[in-house]
């Protein structure tokens, strides 16, 4: 039963990458992500700001640059000043698009794929509400997926079925297609069955 698991998260993971790969050339087709474009926020200060270069410092890259050079410290550094709500979904999902098929073979990379996918999940709330707001509907998430599978790999269950339930209530659309009901039942006959040889 392990086995059958482990080839559909490896066949899943695949057929992800590639999906991913022709959402984000439709997105950046009809959607760049450019901090140029940056709609006015408000500053914890109350007063009116923009994610342009008055807040950045000079030389910075442009998210979009970052994401088109798919240079993982460039992205990250690009992150660090992007204000724009959008912007930063964009970049959340490219460095963990960048870092999850890396996270076995580079600690860096499965560190930062770990603090990239808490830090998306965290700002899900805002960013759902402008996807809702601007287009009216949800894409599919990949962090939801790939985070719980790297939960479910280090055996942290709990925190996995946590995830896949919070993913649920925000109506999020599961990237890998397999579902976050379907993936909680999976990881609950994986826990069970830990516990069941633990115990025999």
């Not at 695949?14 to 500053?43: G, H, V």
């Not at 999020?172 to 826990?191: N, Y």
């Amino acid at each position: 039963m392990i086995w059958i698991m482990a080839i559909i998260l490896i066949v899943s993971s695949f057929a992800a990458y590639f999906l991913w790969k022709i959402m984000s050339a439709t997105e950046n087709k009809f959607f760049p992500a450019s901090s140029e474009s940056t709609p006015l926020q408000e500053d914890e200060g109350g007063t009116e700001s923009t994610a342009s270069s008055e807040k950045q410092d000079a030389g910075t890259i442009k998210p979009q640059e970052a994401r088109l050079v798919n240079d993982i410290n460039s992205m990250l550094e690009a992150l660090r000043h992007e204000k724009n709500v959008l912007g930063r979904h964009f970049l959340y999902r490219d460095i963990i698009a960048h870092t999850f098929p890396k996270r076995h073979q580079d600690p860096r990379m499965r560190e930062i794929f770990l603090t990239t996918a808490q830090a998306h999940i965290k700002e899900m709330p805002v960013i759902i509400a402008e996807l809702l707001a601007r287009f009216g509907s949800m894409p599919y998430f990949f962090t939801f997926s790939y985070y719980t599978i790297a939960l479910t790999e280090t055996m942290e269950f709990d925190q996995a079925i946590e995830t896949c339930r919070l993913a649920r209530d925000y109506g999020a659309k599961d990237g890998l297609g397999i579902g976050f009901e379907r993936r909680i039942e999976l990881i609950t006959k994986r826990k069970n069955k830990m516990m069941a040889s633990q115990a025999a």
